[in-house]
């Protein structure tokens, strides 16, 4: 690793702990690690299976479109000024909130994005900053795409008060994360 690679990690980890992201505690990906063999799991995932949701999440995960690790994801309403967008794509929109999905399952992703964007709007924020990471499938899945990063590109384009989205430059995480414009209230004629 050279030395400019350990000034972008450490400005990357700056700028995660501006925004208010905070380290996980625990490394649930435990790579290596034997699981231990709990006899009451499966009674206990399937009580889970059969309980009704405690919080409806009102964004679908019908039609999700896989994408690639790597790929760049963009996304913008048609009325959006394209200088608007180009300066959101070079960066040149300050984010002021970050969330980072990374250990969430899908169902937690769901419900962290929608509550993450609905506090932003009701604060006024104009852009944020979304980590989905780039890892694919998730345990159980049996996918072989960034599962994550999927639905984010979904779930983001059907949210109406979300006006443009793009893979953020490196030093925010490149296709790992997301600049998301939204609309803001003050902007709600539209």
Excluded at 64 to 76: D, G, I, N, S
Excluded at 106 to 134: M, P, Q, T, W, Y
Excluded at 141 to 160: F, M, R, T
Aim: proline letters at 4%; glycine letters at 8%.
């Amino acid at each position: 690793m050279t030395s400019g690679d350990d000034d972008d990690q450490n400005a990357f980890r700056d700028a995660l702990k501006a925004a208010g992201v905070r380290r996980l505690s625990v490394n649930r990906a435990a790579v290596g690690k034997p699981r231990r063999n709990d006899i009451n799991a499966d009674i206990r995932r399937e009580a889970a299976e059969q309980a009704p949701p405690v919080v409806q999440s009102q964004l679908s995960d019908g039609g999700v479109e896989a994408v690639t690790p790597h790929q760049r994801l963009e996304f913008a309403i048609p009325d959006l000024p394209p200088r608007t967008f180009a300066k959101l794509k070079r960066g040149h929109i300050a984010w002021e909130g970050g969330l980072d999905l990374h250990g969430h399952t899908l169902d937690e992703a769901r419900l962290e994005l929608e509550s993450f964007i609905d506090d932003a709007i009701a604060n006024r924020v104009r852009c944020v900053l979304v980590v989905h990471g780039k890892a694919r499938g998730y345990r159980g899945s049996g996918a072989d795409y960034p599962v994550i990063k999927s639905h984010v590109n979904a779930w983001l384009k059907n949210w109406s008060r979300v006006i443009a989205f793009c893979s953020a430059s490196e030093i925010d995480g490149g296709t790992g994360a997301l600049y998301v414009l939204l609309r803001t209230r003050a902007d709600s004629s539209r």
